[in-house]
């Protein structure tokens, strides 16, 4: 396995043409660089969009990490019109969690964070509710209670936006207020929620009420990015498990919750991994 703390990822998209890999490698091989994972996806056979992930080993380069990424720019980028970044494993992403009083998914990602398999800072969890704050303390992350109502709104969003700053990533494990599109326009493709159904179907409250009142086969989750547009956004990762007419609502929010914790982690960990490019409203996911 490549180590890790030398590990470099670089994510490309742009106009599909003839020469791209052999351009990126080249660049890279001159420098110095042992590619050691690439995958690719292009929308046509002709004349489509190119999207690329490329891992990289960083240990025998000849140029600084600013130099490089200019030398790139100049050398590679511009000519295929690209989108492009890169990142570096080594430069732990910090990561802010956002709960109510549903622990299920929020447990998980610390869980994973505590045992090095979510590669991440995590600075805190801010919920609207105490509850949790024992939850949290064991796992010696800060926990912060910003209390929502329909008279403090605004404020209390400011305050959690205050809170929110430094991070690169926040994630809603079941936080149950809209955030402002103001807030979401602060944090493009930053910021990550669970679900509780399979969109598009049963948005809104009580999504187990409502799927076991409809007879429902298959229950699922979905993680997405938030957008301005209410549980519309890139969608990342859904998963379902089946269910039948012999469980009832409180099974059904067991066997829902089961999916919702396991498909938010794996959504995290991808972007954390920089193993998702956004395009529109659809997300390539190079897992």
Same mark, same amino acid.
């Not at 960990?269 to 998702?276: A, C, G, P, Q, T």
């Given at each position: ?27 890279? !091989? @001159?420098?110095?660089? =042992?590619?050691?994972? &690439? ?10 969009? !190119?999207?690329?992930?490329? #891992? ?11 130099? &490089? ?11 295929? =019109? ?5 990142? !570096? ?19 998980? &990602? ?17 919920? @609207? ?7 949290? *303390? ?18 209390? #969003? ?8 430094? =991070? ?6 079941? !936080? ?29 409250? =009580?999504?187990?009420?409502? *799927? ?6 298959? /229950? ?14 890139? /969608? ?15 099974? &059904? ?27 529109? @409203? ?6």
């Amino acid at each position: 396995m490549p180590n890790t703390n030398t590990t470099a990822r670089l994510l490309i998209t742009c106009p599909d043409k003839p020469g791209i890999v052999s351009a990126v490698s080249s660049f890279l !091989y @001159n420098h110095g660089a =042992n590619i050691t994972d &690439l995958d690719q996806h292009s929308t046509e056979p002709e004349g489509g969009t !190119y999207f690329m992930r490329l #891992e990289f080993q960083t240990p025998h380069l000849d140029l600084s990490r600013n130099v &490089l990424a200019k030398a790139f720019e100049e050398a590679v980028a511009s000519r295929y =019109n690209m989108n492009w970044h890169i990142s !570096y494993a080594a430069d732990l992403k910090k990561v802010a969690i956002l709960v109510s009083k549903f622990d299920h998914a929020m447990l998980e &990602l610390l869980w994973r964070w505590s045992r090095c398999t979510l590669p991440c800072q995590i600075t805190s969890v801010i919920s @609207n509710h105490p509850d949790l704050e024992s939850d949290v *303390a064991s796992f010696g992350v800060p926990f912060h209670v910003v209390p929502v109502n329909k008279d403090n709104k605004a404020e209390a #969003e400011a305050r959690i936006n205050e809170l929110l700053q430094g =991070n690169d990533l926040i994630v809603l494990a079941r !936080y149950m207020q809209i955030l402002s599109p103001d807030l979401v326009a602060r944090w493009p493709h930053k910021i990550i929620n669970i679900h509780h159904s399979f969109l598009p179907a049963f948005v809104g409250a =009580n999504p187990y009420q409502q *799927a076991h009142d409809k007879g429902v086969k298959l /229950i699922g989750a979905t993680a997405h990015y938030v957008t301005a547009d209410l549980d519309q956004g890139p /969608i990342i990762e859904q998963d379902v498990d089946r269910v039948s007419h012999r469980h009832d609502v409180d099974i &059904l929010r067991d066997l829902g919750q089961d999916v919702e914790r396991n498909v938010l982690a794996r959504a995290v960990k991808w972007h954390l991994e920089d193993r998702i490019i956004v395009h529109g @409203n659809k997300t390539i996911v190079f897992n």
